[in-house]
């Protein structure tokens, strides 16, 4: 069973950058694709960003392509999240998960497919 440990969110202005990382535990990281979701008060659950196993494929969901920078250290058993440029409406709390894979290429998206999910952190931004 794996187990997930976010840290790094904080308070933040508007414009300002944080770095998230989530550390897992008990399980062969490697075999995992990872991803990163928020979820505001009072609204759904949100697909940030998803990366693959090897690292070499990643995904980002609309609202924060070319602002947020998703990566992982397989040799430390971490993904990271790097977020620049934040506005008020990044203000969540940001959840990592793990899906299982086979394939070393293949990012997962969807909310459904992820079995691990870590207690998540809060991110807030000032206006």
């Known amino acids: 069973q794996m187990q997930l440990v976010e840290s790094g969110g904080g308070l933040v202005q508007a414009g300002g950058s944080l770095r998230l990382s989530c550390a897992a535990s008990?399980?062969?990281?490697?075999?995992?694709?990872m991803g990163w979701f928020r979820q505001a008060q009072g609204k759904e659950r949100e697909f940030v960003a998803a990366i693959s196993r090897s690292g070499g494929s990643t995904y980002y969901g609309n609202s924060v392509k070319g602002r947020f920078t998703i990566s992982r250290d397989n040799a430390k058993s971490t993904v990271f999240l790097q977020m620049a440029s934040l506005k008020p409406e990044d203000t969540a709390v940001y959840y990592c998960?793990?899906?299982?894979?086979?394939?070393?290429?293949?990012?997962?998206?969807?909310?459904?497919?992820?079995?691990?999910w870590g207690q998540g952190t809060q991110v807030t931004v000032s206006s």
């Open positions: 008990g399980g062969t990281f490697s075999r995992y694709a």
């Open positions: 998960a793990a899906n299982f894979q086979v394939r070393s290429d293949v990012a997962v998206t969807t909310y459904s497919q992820y079995t691990y």
